[in-house]
């Protein structure tokens, strides 16, 4: 389908209870499809508080297997609603080869069916999840955070194809790399989910527009979905403040829903033929100096 209705799922700040937080997931995914999505995309660790301050090993018992009852169970639902979802997870992943097991901020894409869909990296290896690759440290905002602490990086980016459009995911710190959008485009995805937690010490405009000129610079559409409120956890709050949004890929914003204007969903509908004009207009792709500064070649 050349057209395709995608909503980014501002969701309240998770609370402590792991039903509550599927419960307010699954309430989204249904206005979703009463809205007419076809693709839901939820936030950065949807359906747990960040916990990116706490002690190393903090909420381990929460992690999920991949697939696993958390996903699954929004795949029931998905399927029933028929709607596509990228739903982003604490993964618990007990495959090393070293027999411990290793923990992720990762996403996994659900088709209309409830099915995984996997994506495919540039060897053309497939992967079930998309995993965070970049792994942020810093004091700022307070109380600041260590992911290495908690997670492992992913070791992979790829492209998912989901109703037809391939989709990218970039989890939160993962979208301050303009490498990531280069090879995802490279990779000839037309679309990227973006799924966020927190303010990362940005103001809103310099979140926006730090978004709208990566997919102008790639001409990619973009959603982006961000927890709204605040999230306490060991007596710290991790304030999240909204502004998901919809960006087009000559880097207009098409919908944004403001952080006050609380929980909800950001909806429209996007035409991925207008990928073709957008980029035969903006040649940002195709002027690049390869010669100077190597990068990844588009795929055939």
């Not at 057209?3 to 309240?12: E, F, H, I, M, R």
């Not at 989204?28 to 949807?46: C, K, N, S, W, Y």
Request: aromatic content about 6%; proline content about 7%.
């Amino acid at each position: 389908m050349s057209a395709l209705v995608v909503a980014a799922a501002q969701l309240p700040a998770c609370g402590d209870d792991p039903e509550q937080n599927l419960a307010v997931i699954e309430a989204a995914l249904t206005q979703g499809a009463a809205a007419g999505a076809d693709l839901v995309v939820f936030p950065e660790l949807a359906t747990t508080p960040y916990f990116g301050g706490e002690r190393p090993g903090a909420f381990r018992d929460r992690a999920q297997s991949l697939p696993g009852p958390q996903s699954e169970r929004i795949a029931d639902l998905a399927a029933e609603l028929g709607v596509a979802v990228v739903l982003p997870i604490f993964e618990r992943d007990d495959s090393s080869h070293g027999g411990d097991p290793s923990f992720h901020n990762s996403a996994v894409v659900l088709d209309e069916q409830g099915a995984v869909v996997p994506c495919v990296d540039r060897t053309g290896q497939s992967h079930l999840v998309a995993r965070k690759l970049h792994l942020p440290v810093g004091d700022h905002p307070a109380p600041g955070f260590d992911e290495p602490a908690h997670f492992s990086p992913g070791q992979w980016l790829g492209v998912h194809t989901v109703r037809g459009a391939r989709l990218g995911v970039l989890i939160c710190y993962d979208r301050r790399f303009p490498e990531c959008w280069r090879e995802l485009r490279a990779l000839r995805a037309g679309l990227v989910a973006v799924p966020v937690a927190g303010s990362g010490g940005d103001s809103v405009d310099f979140f926006l527009a730090e978004l709208r000129t990566h997919a102008r610079e790639n001409g990619l559409f973009a959603v982006v979905a961000n927890k709204i409120g605040v999230e306490w956890v060991g007596g710290h709050a991790v304030d999240n403040y909204g502004e998901s949004c919809i960006v087009g890929p000559d880097g207009d914003l098409i919908a944004h829903r403001p952080g006050a204007d609380g929980p909800g969903l950001v909806i429209a509908e996007i035409d991925l033929d207008v990928l073709v004009e957008t980029r035969r207009t903006l040649r940002y792709f195709e002027h690049r100096r390869t010669d100077l500064f190597p990068s990844a070649e588009e795929i055939a």
